[in-house]
Protein backbone atom coordinates (compact mmCIF):
# COMPACT_ATOMS: atom_id res chain seq x y z
CA UNK A 1 0.00 0.00 0.00
CA UNK A 2 2.61 1.95 0.76
CA UNK A 3 4.55 2.04 -2.40
CA UNK A 4 1.28 2.38 -4.20
CA UNK A 5 0.70 6.09 -2.67
CA UNK A 6 3.91 7.25 -3.11
CA UNK A 7 2.76 8.97 -6.38
CA UNK A 8 0.28 10.68 -4.38
CA UNK A 9 3.21 11.97 -2.53
CA UNK A 10 5.22 13.13 -5.43
CA UNK A 11 2.30 14.64 -7.36
CA UNK A 12 1.52 16.72 -3.89
CA UNK A 13 5.37 17.75 -3.97
CA UNK A 14 4.92 18.83 -7.78
CA UNK A 15 1.73 20.71 -6.88
CA UNK A 16 3.52 22.46 -4.40
CA UNK A 17 6.30 23.36 -6.59
CA UNK A 18 3.93 24.50 -9.08
CA UNK A 19 2.43 27.14 -6.69
CA UNK A 20 5.89 28.85 -5.96
CA UNK A 21 6.10 29.20 -9.80
CA UNK A 22 3.10 30.19 -10.16
CA UNK A 23 2.86 33.37 -7.79
CA UNK A 24 6.16 33.81 -9.01
CA UNK A 25 4.60 34.14 -12.90
CA UNK A 26 1.80 36.71 -11.08
CA UNK A 27 4.80 38.89 -9.93
CA UNK A 28 6.40 39.37 -13.43
CA UNK A 29 2.80 39.92 -15.56
CA UNK A 30 0.44 37.10 -14.84
CA UNK A 31 -3.13 37.58 -14.39
CA UNK A 32 -4.19 37.19 -10.55
CA UNK A 33 -3.69 38.25 -6.51
CA UNK A 34 -0.02 38.38 -5.14
CA UNK A 35 1.68 40.49 -2.06
CA UNK A 36 4.19 41.96 -4.55
CA UNK A 37 4.03 42.63 -8.17
CA UNK A 38 7.23 43.83 -10.10
CA UNK A 39 5.93 44.75 -13.74
CA UNK A 40 3.57 47.40 -15.16
CA UNK A 41 0.54 44.77 -16.29
CA UNK A 42 -0.89 48.39 -17.67
CA UNK A 43 0.25 47.44 -21.25
CA UNK A 44 -0.05 44.23 -22.95
CA UNK A 45 2.82 42.54 -23.73
CA UNK A 46 3.64 38.86 -24.66
CA UNK A 47 5.15 37.89 -21.76
CA UNK A 48 1.96 39.20 -19.38
CA UNK A 49 -0.17 37.34 -21.69
CA UNK A 50 1.58 34.29 -21.99
CA UNK A 51 1.74 34.06 -17.96
CA UNK A 52 -1.60 34.69 -17.74
CA UNK A 53 -2.74 31.88 -19.90
CA UNK A 54 -0.76 30.23 -17.73
CA UNK A 55 -2.11 30.98 -14.21
CA UNK A 56 -5.29 30.67 -15.48
CA UNK A 57 -4.47 27.05 -16.97
CA UNK A 58 -3.37 26.31 -13.33
CA UNK A 59 -5.45 27.94 -11.35
CA UNK A 60 -8.14 25.79 -13.32
CA UNK A 61 -6.68 22.74 -11.49
CA UNK A 62 -4.11 22.83 -9.01
CA UNK A 63 -5.54 24.17 -5.53
CA UNK A 64 -8.85 21.44 -6.78
CA UNK A 65 -6.34 18.54 -6.62
CA UNK A 66 -4.86 19.73 -3.40
CA UNK A 67 -8.36 19.58 -1.93
CA UNK A 68 -8.92 16.56 -3.56
CA UNK A 69 -5.55 14.70 -2.65
CA UNK A 70 -6.19 15.97 1.12
CA UNK A 71 -9.92 14.50 0.91
CA UNK A 72 -8.41 10.84 -0.32
CA UNK A 73 -6.29 10.25 2.95
CA UNK A 74 -9.21 11.43 5.28
CA UNK A 75 -11.93 8.33 5.39
CA UNK A 76 -8.88 6.21 6.65
CA UNK A 77 -7.47 8.58 9.53
CA UNK A 78 -10.75 9.32 10.68
CA UNK A 79 -11.55 5.25 10.49
CA UNK A 80 -8.37 4.69 12.40
CA UNK A 81 -8.68 7.50 15.33
CA UNK A 82 -12.21 8.20 15.70
CA UNK A 83 -14.17 11.45 16.10
CA UNK A 84 -12.30 13.11 18.94
CA UNK A 85 -8.59 12.19 17.98
CA UNK A 86 -8.90 12.80 14.63
CA UNK A 87 -10.54 16.22 14.82
CA UNK A 88 -8.18 17.17 17.54
CA UNK A 89 -5.35 15.96 15.20
CA UNK A 90 -6.49 18.17 11.89
CA UNK A 91 -7.02 21.39 13.88
CA UNK A 92 -3.07 20.76 15.25
CA UNK A 93 -1.94 19.86 11.73
CA UNK A 94 -3.70 23.08 10.01
CA UNK A 95 -5.03 25.27 13.06
CA UNK A 96 -1.40 26.26 14.45
CA UNK A 97 0.68 26.65 11.29
CA UNK A 98 -2.68 28.45 9.65
CA UNK A 99 -2.57 31.25 13.11
CA UNK A 100 1.43 31.38 12.34
CA UNK A 101 0.83 32.73 8.90
CA UNK A 102 -1.95 35.08 9.82
CA UNK A 103 -0.19 36.45 12.82
CA UNK A 104 4.22 36.24 11.57
CA UNK A 105 4.40 34.59 8.06
CA UNK A 106 1.81 36.75 6.50
CA UNK A 107 1.92 40.47 7.92
CA UNK A 108 5.93 40.22 8.16
CA UNK A 109 5.92 39.61 4.55
CA UNK A 110 3.50 42.30 3.78
CA UNK A 111 5.26 44.92 5.62
CA UNK A 112 8.47 44.08 4.11
CA UNK A 113 7.07 44.35 0.52
CA UNK A 114 5.28 47.17 1.34
CA UNK A 115 5.37 49.05 4.10
CA UNK A 116 9.34 48.97 5.56
CA UNK A 117 10.05 52.11 4.38
CA UNK A 118 7.43 54.05 5.87
CA UNK A 119 6.68 52.34 9.65
CA UNK A 120 8.66 50.26 11.71
CA UNK A 121 7.60 46.83 11.66
CA UNK A 122 5.55 47.25 15.53
CA UNK A 123 3.89 50.05 14.11
CA UNK A 124 2.41 47.82 10.48
CA UNK A 125 1.02 45.50 13.66
CA UNK A 126 -0.58 48.53 15.39
CA UNK A 127 -2.01 50.03 12.66
CA UNK A 128 -3.04 46.65 10.38
CA UNK A 129 -2.76 42.99 11.87
CA UNK A 130 -4.14 44.05 15.88
CA UNK A 131 -6.52 46.09 14.36
CA UNK A 132 -7.78 43.43 12.03
CA UNK A 133 -8.26 46.11 9.45
CA UNK A 134 -6.58 43.76 6.97
CA UNK A 135 -6.95 40.26 6.73
CA UNK A 136 -3.46 38.18 6.14
CA UNK A 137 -4.38 34.74 4.63
CA UNK A 138 -2.79 34.94 1.79
CA UNK A 139 -1.85 30.96 0.58
CA UNK A 140 -3.26 29.50 3.86
CA UNK A 141 -6.91 30.87 3.32
CA UNK A 142 -6.03 26.59 1.87
CA UNK A 143 -6.10 25.46 5.39
CA UNK A 144 -8.75 28.07 6.26
CA UNK A 145 -10.87 26.28 3.88
CA UNK A 146 -9.48 22.93 4.97
CA UNK A 147 -10.34 22.92 8.59
CA UNK A 148 -14.13 24.09 7.49
CA UNK A 149 -14.59 20.95 5.22
CA UNK A 150 -12.81 19.00 7.85
CA UNK A 151 -15.59 20.36 10.40
CA UNK A 152 -18.40 19.52 7.54
CA UNK A 153 -16.63 15.42 7.30
CA UNK A 154 -16.80 14.92 11.13
CA UNK A 155 -20.61 16.59 11.03
CA UNK A 156 -21.20 14.14 8.30
CA UNK A 157 -19.63 11.40 9.94
CA UNK A 158 -21.22 11.46 13.45
CA UNK A 159 -24.95 11.45 11.05
CA UNK A 160 -23.97 8.49 8.68
CA UNK A 161 -22.46 6.23 11.38
CA UNK A 162 -26.26 6.47 13.20
CA UNK A 163 -27.93 5.04 9.50
CA UNK A 164 -26.83 1.81 9.55
CA UNK A 165 -27.26 1.03 5.61
CA UNK A 166 -23.99 0.32 3.41
CA UNK A 167 -23.23 2.25 0.74
CA UNK A 168 -23.69 0.76 -2.83
CA UNK A 169 -20.05 0.68 -4.61
CA UNK A 170 -19.68 3.85 -6.95
CA UNK A 171 -17.39 2.83 -10.05
CA UNK A 172 -15.23 5.46 -11.72
CA UNK A 173 -17.44 8.14 -13.45
CA UNK A 174 -17.89 7.56 -17.01
CA UNK A 175 -17.12 10.41 -20.02
CA UNK A 176 -21.02 11.12 -20.00
CA UNK A 177 -21.23 11.52 -16.48
CA UNK A 178 -17.71 13.41 -16.28
CA UNK A 179 -19.36 15.71 -19.07
CA UNK A 180 -22.10 16.48 -16.94
CA UNK A 181 -20.55 17.20 -14.57
CA UNK A 182 -17.84 19.91 -15.97
CA UNK A 183 -21.29 21.23 -17.45
CA UNK A 184 -23.11 21.83 -14.00
CA UNK A 185 -19.36 22.64 -12.19
CA UNK A 186 -19.24 25.72 -14.59
CA UNK A 187 -22.86 26.94 -14.51
CA UNK A 188 -22.79 27.05 -10.75
CA UNK A 189 -19.51 28.78 -10.78
CA UNK A 190 -21.10 31.26 -13.07
CA UNK A 191 -23.97 31.64 -10.80
CA UNK A 192 -21.67 32.10 -7.79
CA UNK A 193 -19.47 34.76 -9.49
CA UNK A 194 -22.59 36.79 -10.06
CA UNK A 195 -21.85 37.69 -6.40
CA UNK A 196 -18.56 36.80 -5.68
CA UNK A 197 -16.44 37.37 -8.64
CA UNK A 198 -13.02 35.92 -8.62
CA UNK A 199 -10.34 37.18 -6.74
CA UNK A 200 -13.56 38.06 -4.06
CA UNK A 201 -14.49 36.66 -0.73
CA UNK A 202 -15.15 36.82 3.06
CA UNK A 203 -12.16 35.44 5.31
CA UNK A 204 -9.53 35.11 2.58
CA UNK A 205 -11.96 32.73 0.73
CA UNK A 206 -12.15 33.63 -3.51
CA UNK A 207 -15.80 31.84 -3.33
CA UNK A 208 -16.26 32.20 -6.83
CA UNK A 209 -13.35 28.69 -7.64
CA UNK A 210 -15.39 26.92 -4.63
CA UNK A 211 -17.82 24.53 -6.83
CA UNK A 212 -14.83 22.76 -8.16
CA UNK A 213 -12.96 22.63 -4.62
CA UNK A 214 -15.91 21.59 -2.76
CA UNK A 215 -16.35 19.15 -5.92
CA UNK A 216 -12.93 17.33 -5.75
CA UNK A 217 -12.77 17.32 -2.32
CA UNK A 218 -16.01 15.26 -2.08
CA UNK A 219 -14.59 13.40 -5.17
CA UNK A 220 -11.16 11.98 -3.08
CA UNK A 221 -13.34 10.60 -0.61
CA UNK A 222 -15.52 8.75 -2.72
CA UNK A 223 -12.38 7.75 -4.76
CA UNK A 224 -10.87 6.09 -1.53
CA UNK A 225 -14.29 4.29 -0.36
CA UNK A 226 -14.24 2.74 -3.98
CA UNK A 227 -10.92 2.46 -4.90
CA UNK A 228 -11.21 4.90 -8.00
CA UNK A 229 -7.40 5.50 -8.22
CA UNK A 230 -6.80 1.60 -9.30
CA UNK A 231 -9.52 2.00 -11.84
CA UNK A 232 -8.75 4.79 -14.03
CA UNK A 233 -9.79 3.67 -17.27
CA UNK A 234 -6.40 4.12 -20.04
CA UNK A 235 -8.60 5.27 -22.72
CA UNK A 236 -11.02 7.88 -20.84
CA UNK A 237 -7.63 9.17 -18.85
CA UNK A 238 -6.25 9.67 -22.30
CA UNK A 239 -9.72 11.19 -23.87
CA UNK A 240 -10.13 13.83 -21.08
CA UNK A 241 -6.59 14.30 -21.07
CA UNK A 242 -6.66 16.03 -24.52
CA UNK A 243 -10.10 17.41 -24.17
CA UNK A 244 -8.25 19.56 -20.75
CA UNK A 245 -5.22 20.39 -23.49
CA UNK A 246 -7.81 21.08 -26.46
CA UNK A 247 -9.68 23.54 -23.87
CA UNK A 248 -6.97 25.69 -22.87
CA UNK A 249 -6.49 28.22 -26.10
CA UNK A 250 -10.12 28.23 -26.59
CA UNK A 251 -10.59 30.93 -23.23
CA UNK A 252 -7.65 33.09 -24.88
CA UNK A 253 -9.45 33.10 -28.51
CA UNK A 254 -12.66 33.76 -27.02
CA UNK A 255 -11.16 36.48 -25.21
CA UNK A 256 -9.31 37.83 -28.26
CA UNK A 257 -12.63 37.78 -30.30
CA UNK A 258 -14.50 39.48 -27.43
CA UNK A 259 -11.57 42.46 -27.26
CA UNK A 260 -9.01 41.38 -24.83
CA UNK A 261 -6.43 42.99 -26.67
CA UNK A 262 -8.31 46.36 -26.29
CA UNK A 263 -8.52 46.40 -22.93
CA UNK A 264 -11.73 44.55 -22.64
CA UNK A 265 -12.02 42.35 -19.78
CA UNK A 266 -14.75 41.30 -17.67
CA UNK A 267 -14.15 37.47 -17.10
CA UNK A 268 -14.33 38.12 -13.10
CA UNK A 269 -18.09 37.74 -13.15
CA UNK A 270 -21.13 38.94 -13.82
CA UNK A 271 -23.55 38.49 -16.96
CA UNK A 272 -20.84 38.69 -19.68
CA UNK A 273 -19.89 36.19 -22.37
CA UNK A 274 -16.53 36.02 -20.83
CA UNK A 275 -17.60 35.64 -17.45
CA UNK A 276 -19.80 32.50 -18.72
CA UNK A 277 -17.20 31.25 -21.16
CA UNK A 278 -14.43 31.38 -18.08
CA UNK A 279 -16.80 29.91 -15.90
CA UNK A 280 -17.91 27.11 -18.02
CA UNK A 281 -14.12 26.81 -19.56
CA UNK A 282 -12.19 26.10 -15.92
CA UNK A 283 -13.96 22.36 -15.49
CA UNK A 284 -12.98 20.60 -18.64
CA UNK A 285 -9.32 22.20 -17.78
CA UNK A 286 -9.45 20.55 -14.30
CA UNK A 287 -11.05 17.62 -14.95
CA UNK A 288 -8.74 16.85 -18.00
CA UNK A 289 -5.56 17.62 -16.14
CA UNK A 290 -6.49 16.13 -12.67
CA UNK A 291 -7.65 12.24 -14.45
CA UNK A 292 -4.23 12.85 -16.35
CA UNK A 293 -2.00 14.16 -13.57
CA UNK A 294 -3.38 11.07 -11.35
CA UNK A 295 -3.14 8.54 -14.33
CA UNK A 296 0.50 9.96 -15.18
CA UNK A 297 2.46 9.92 -12.09
CA UNK A 298 0.66 6.58 -10.98
CA UNK A 299 2.89 5.10 -14.02
CA UNK A 300 5.70 6.77 -14.10
CA UNK A 301 6.53 8.28 -10.51
CA UNK A 302 5.36 5.47 -8.31
CA UNK A 303 8.28 5.58 -6.31
CA UNK A 304 9.97 7.15 -3.50
CA UNK A 305 13.72 7.55 -3.79
CA UNK A 306 15.71 9.22 -1.14
CA UNK A 307 15.65 12.94 -2.90
CA UNK A 308 11.57 12.60 -3.66
CA UNK A 309 10.84 11.39 -0.25
CA UNK A 310 12.82 14.59 1.43
CA UNK A 311 11.08 16.54 -1.02
CA UNK A 312 7.74 15.30 0.06
CA UNK A 313 8.48 15.37 3.67
CA UNK A 314 9.10 19.13 3.67
CA UNK A 315 6.41 20.11 0.87
CA UNK A 316 4.00 20.92 3.27
CA UNK A 317 6.55 23.12 4.93
CA UNK A 318 7.18 24.83 1.84
CA UNK A 319 3.86 25.79 1.08
CA UNK A 320 3.89 27.80 4.25
CA UNK A 321 6.68 29.57 4.13
CA UNK A 322 6.88 30.18 0.27
CA UNK A 323 5.94 34.01 -0.03
CA UNK A 324 8.59 35.76 1.79
CA UNK A 325 11.25 33.70 -0.19
CA UNK A 326 9.44 34.51 -3.00
CA UNK A 327 8.74 38.42 -2.28
CA UNK A 328 12.45 38.73 -0.83
CA UNK A 329 13.92 37.56 -4.12
CA UNK A 330 11.49 39.75 -6.18
CA UNK A 331 13.09 43.01 -4.35
CA UNK A 332 16.56 41.19 -4.45
CA UNK A 333 15.98 41.41 -8.70
CA UNK A 334 14.13 44.76 -8.39
CA UNK A 335 15.98 47.43 -10.52
CA UNK A 336 18.09 44.54 -12.28
CA UNK A 337 18.22 44.66 -15.83
CA UNK A 338 16.53 41.41 -17.29
CA UNK A 339 13.59 40.77 -19.00
CA UNK A 340 10.89 39.45 -16.88
CA UNK A 341 10.54 36.47 -18.15
CA UNK A 342 14.30 35.19 -17.50
CA UNK A 343 13.79 36.77 -14.03
CA UNK A 344 10.52 34.55 -13.54
CA UNK A 345 13.03 31.35 -13.72
CA UNK A 346 15.67 32.91 -11.61
CA UNK A 347 13.27 33.53 -8.71
CA UNK A 348 11.57 30.58 -8.90
CA UNK A 349 14.47 28.75 -9.22
CA UNK A 350 15.77 30.49 -5.95
CA UNK A 351 12.65 30.38 -4.22
CA UNK A 352 12.39 26.73 -4.40
CA UNK A 353 15.70 25.59 -3.25
CA UNK A 354 16.07 27.99 -0.94
CA UNK A 355 11.95 26.99 0.48
CA UNK A 356 12.75 23.53 1.05
CA UNK A 357 16.09 24.00 2.74
CA UNK A 358 14.26 26.41 5.02
CA UNK A 359 11.68 23.84 5.48
CA UNK A 360 14.08 20.63 6.40
CA UNK A 361 15.92 23.26 8.93
CA UNK A 362 12.31 24.18 10.37
CA UNK A 363 11.75 20.79 10.84
CA UNK A 364 14.78 20.01 12.96
CA UNK A 365 13.38 22.16 15.60
CA UNK A 366 11.98 19.48 18.14
CA UNK A 367 8.27 19.41 18.16
CA UNK A 368 8.04 21.21 14.43
CA UNK A 369 7.42 17.34 13.09
CA UNK A 370 4.45 16.92 15.27
CA UNK A 371 2.79 19.71 13.73
CA UNK A 372 4.72 20.13 10.09
Same mark, same amino acid.
Given at each position: ?????????????????????????????????W?L????????S???????????????????????????????????????????????????????????I???????????????????????V??????F?????? $? *?????? @? !????? +?? %????? =??????????????????????L????????????T????????????????????????????????????????????????A????????????????? $? *?????? @? !????? +?? %????? =???G???????W????????????????????????????????????FH?????P???????????????????????????A???L
Open positions: MKQRLDYLDNLRTALTVLVLVFHTSIAYGGAGSIEDVDKSELATIILFTIFTAVCQAFFMGLFFFLTAYFIPASYDRKGAAKFLKDRLIRLGIPLAIYYFMGPITSWFAHAREQLTIGQYYQEYWSFKQTFGPAWF $L *EASIYF @T !LLYVL +YR %LIAGR =VSRQPKPIPFPSGARLLIVAIAGLVAFVVRLVYPGEGPLGLQLGYFPSYIALFVAGIIAYRNGWLNQIPDRLAKTWKWVGIGIPVLPIVFIATGALDGH $L *EFEGGL @T !LQAWC +YA %LWEPF =VCIIVIALLAFQRKFNSAGRIRKWMSTNAYTVYLIHPPAIVGWTVAGVELPFVKWVIVSLLSVGVCFAAASAIRAIPGKRV
